[in-house]
Nanobody, 131 residues
C-alpha cells in the first residue's frame, strides 16, 4: 500500500521559488519504480512535470527544464520539487504519483523506463503564481 502526502504549495510572485514535498509511505518490494510530479490547471489537461526513476535518473517537461529540479531523500521517503523562476503559467494543482511496475529496458548501459501506470496519487497542493 502507498500513501502520498504533498505539501509546500502557496502563492508567490512571478520569479519566485517554492519547494514542494511529497511524503511517501511506501511498502513495496518493487525494484523499479517511477515517482513523478504532475500538475493540472483549471480547464486544462493534467501534464507531467518531472519524473525520478529508480536508478536515480530524471526527466522534465520542456516547459520547466532549467527551472525545476526533482529530487528525493530516501532516508525520509520524501520526493521534492524545487521550483525556481516561477511564471504565472505554472499556476496549477500539483500532485505526486508513483508507478510501482514500470516497463524497464536495459540497453547500452542505461535503463529506459515506460511509466504508464501511476496507480497511487496524493491529494495535491496548490501553487499560484501572480504576475
Amino acid at each position: 500500500q502507498v500513501q502520498l502526502v504533498e505539501s509546500g504549495g502557496g502563492s508567490v510572485q512571478s520569479g519566485g521559488s517554492l519547494r514542494l514535498s511529497c511524503a511517501a509511505s511506501l511498502y513495496t518490494s518493487s525494484t523499479y519504480y517511477c515517482m513523478a510530479w504532475f500538475r493540472q490547471a483549471p480547464g486544462r489537461e493534467r501534464e507531467g512535470v518531472a519524473t525520478m526513476y529508480s536508478d536515480g535518473s530524471t526527466s522534465y517537461a520542456d516547459s520547466v527544464k532549467g527551472r525545476f529540479t526533482i529530487s528525493q531523500d530516501n532516508a525520509k521517503n520524501t520526493l521534492y520539487l524545487q521550483m525556481n523562476s516561477l511564471k504565472p503559467e505554472d499556476t496549477a494543482m500539483y500532485y505526486c504519483a508513483v508507478d510501482l511496475a514500470p516497463g524497464v529496458r536495459y540497453y547500452g548501459g542505461a535503463y529506459t523506463y515506460n511509466c504508464a501506470k501511476y496507480n497511487y496519487w496524493g491529494q495535491g497542493t496548490q501553487v499560484t503564481v501572480s504576475s
